[in-house]
């Protein structure tokens, strides 16, 4: 994941300026997730800030924020979209595989467009801590660059396939990703509500629930 954050460590400003590609499915994870006053947000590959943005807004009352990145260029510019949205958010520049925080040290946790990027093994251990740092009944906001079920799935992987090999160099990433569902549920968590988005590119969005203990 080293050449992953280089990379977008390089491109921070471009990414910037295509968060609001990815804004619609922001809204709808935070909609979604119906966060609380007072509880506690960690946003894992935070980026630019554009999904704990969209939770403060959300609920503007809400407790700590915590936005975690290796870029440290990407946490620099988030700065921006969590003005005047959240009196004191905390930046954490760390591996999404091993973030140094406390076990059960909060109620809402964010992965907004990383997993698909990553091999499998490690998609599972950023979702792994994801569930160590949820509090019992805490819940956890996924969103990826998704593949919908049925034809219109299969349709739409082939034409990113396309995309993607003649693509002016080439595509970031695995491409759409498929049984987001089920990796959430080989660790424990409970799909509370799932939505597929469409836009320049199909996002998927899971809000799963930690068990109460």
């Not at 760390?94 to 091999?119: C, E, F, G, K, Q």
């Not at 549920?185 to 509500?193: P, S, V």
Request: aromatic share 6%; glycine share 10%.
């Amino acid at each position: 994941m080293d050449d992953l954050a280089a990379f977008f460590d390089d491109r921070a400003r471009a990414y910037d300026r295509q968060l609001w590609l990815e804004a619609p499915a922001l809204r709808t994870a935070a909609r979604l997730a119906a966060p609380a006053p007072g509880e506690r947000v960690v946003d894992i590959a935070a980026g630019t800030g554009g999904m704990a943005a969209a939770v403060a807004r959300r609920q503007p009352r809400i407790g700590s924020v915590v936005l975690v990145d290796a870029a440290p260029r990407m946490l620099a510019r988030a700065g921006r979209h969590l003005r005047g949205v959240h009196r004191s958010p905390q930046w954490l520049i760390a591996d999404a595989r091993d973030i140094p925080l406390p076990t059960a040290s909060a109620d809402l946790v964010s992965i907004a467009y990383l997993l698909h990027l990553l091999d499998p093994g490690d998609a599972s251990t950023v979702v792994g801590e994801a569930v160590r740092l949820l509090a019992p009944g805490g819940r956890l906001i996924v969103v990826v660059h998704g593949c919908p079920p049925g034809r219109v799935g299969a349709m739409y992987r082939r034409c990113w396939s396309l995309y993607a090999r003649f693509a002016p160099g080439g595509a970031v990433g695995r491409g759409p990703m498929s049984g987001l569902a089920g990796l959430l549920e080989t660790h424990g968590l409970r799909i509370a509500a799932r939505r597929w988005i469409p836009g320049a590119y199909v996002s998927e969005v899971v809000i799963a629930r930690a068990s109460v203990g």
